[in-house]
């Protein structure tokens, strides 16, 4: 027995390529079978569709469903609405966290830099329930900031932001500018480091060369920051498009009564039993994100990583 388990471990030091293969069989068996069959066979529930009169699944291939979802207005309209959602969280988390970022990487000392990192990092540790709820009470319309404008008899200004057609609504915890308010600071510290790790990689040379050229800082940023930075901002919104792209929660706790696609599928693959149309819905954020991550991935997007 013990010639044997020597012989083993003599073949398998030898062949260290048999051994890493030993060692990640069973996540990736894991990962193949349980996580990505399940998701596999979800999405091919998206090619069956429900009979109108009994109710059930009818299992033979079909395009109907995906029909279903593109021809009927109130399907778009979630589509829409979630797309428009999910790229303005990007524009408005790469507009408020590249300002960060950048002093960052330009403008801390290493020990300032660990507790920028810190206080990023830190409302991630945090449970995300606790985040969103804490939100909810915060923009409710006995939350703190409504009091902080009471106080300054300013509501008049909240009033006239919530009067707006489309974005606004009874409060702020009821309309979608909360909403786009939870998700930027939800999503906020994953477009920050990727584009602090970019900026990093920006030599301070090369900006003071821009400089001893006769560019002026205006000049500097939009042709010189900006372009190496883009990798970085398309990095971080890969992450925040996606996430918000496929979050059902924060539309449930903050939002109206208008549903996102997270919505959808979890309300046609649960209360409804359409489990056909939620695995339709399901497919639009794939083929989203993956023509989005091709674009990504031209703007080197991966290089900030």
């Known amino acids: ?23 990640l069989l069973p996540p990736l068996l894991w990962l193949g079978i349980i996580y990505l069959g399940s998701l596999i066979v979800f999405l091919f529930h998206s090619f069956f569709y429900l009979d109108g009169f009994t109710g059930k699944i009818v299992y033979k291939i079909s395009l109907r469903t995906i029909a279903e979802l593109f021809n009927s207005p109130a399907n778009l309209d979630i589509l829409i609405r979630t797309v428009v959602l999910a790229a303005t969280v990007s524009i408005g988390a790469a507009i408020i966290g590249f300002p960060i970022a950048y002093y960052m990487a330009k403008f801390t000392s290493p020990k300032m ?22 939100w909810k009470l915060i923009l409710a319309k006995e939350g703190i900031i409504n009091w902080v404008f009471a106080k300054l008899h300013a509501t008049w200004i909240i009033d006239s932001i919530l009067s707006i057609p489309l974005i606004g609504g009874p409060s702020l915890s009821i309309s979608y500018i909360g909403m786009f308010l939870v998700f930027t600071y939800i999503w906020l510290p994953f477009m920050i480091l ?8 920006v030599p301070g040379s090369l900006i003071n060369a821009s400089y001893d050229l ?58 409804a039993g359409n489990i056909p149309l939620a695995a339709a819905f399901s497919l639009v954020p794939i083929a989203v994100m993956t023509v989005y991550i091709y674009v990504a991935k031209k703007l080197g997007a991966f290089n900030a990583l």
């Not at 027995?1 to 060692?23: A, G, Q, R, V």
């Not at 507790?115 to 995300?128: C, G, V």
């Not at 006769?214 to 990798?231: D, E, N, S």
């Open 1 to 23: 027995m013990s010639n044997l388990f020597e012989n083993c471990s003599n073949y398998l030091f030898k062949n260290k390529h048999i051994l890493l293969l030993l060692f």
């Open 113 to 134: 830099k660990i507790f920028f990192y810190l206080a990023i990092m830190l409302p991630l540790w945090s449970s995300y329930l606790v985040r969103v709820y804490s």
């Open 194 to 201: 990727p584009i602090q790790a970019a900026l990093e990689r």
């Open 214 to 271: 006769g560019a002026t800082k205006r000049q500097t940023f939009y042709k010189v920051i900006l372009p190496l930075a883009l990798p970085g901002i398309a990095a971080g919104s890969i992450f925040t498009f996606s996430l918000t792209l496929g979050d059902y929660i924060i539309p449930y706790i903050i939002g109206t009564s208008k549903f996102f696609i997270g919505q959808a599928v979890y309300t046609h693959q649960g209360t």
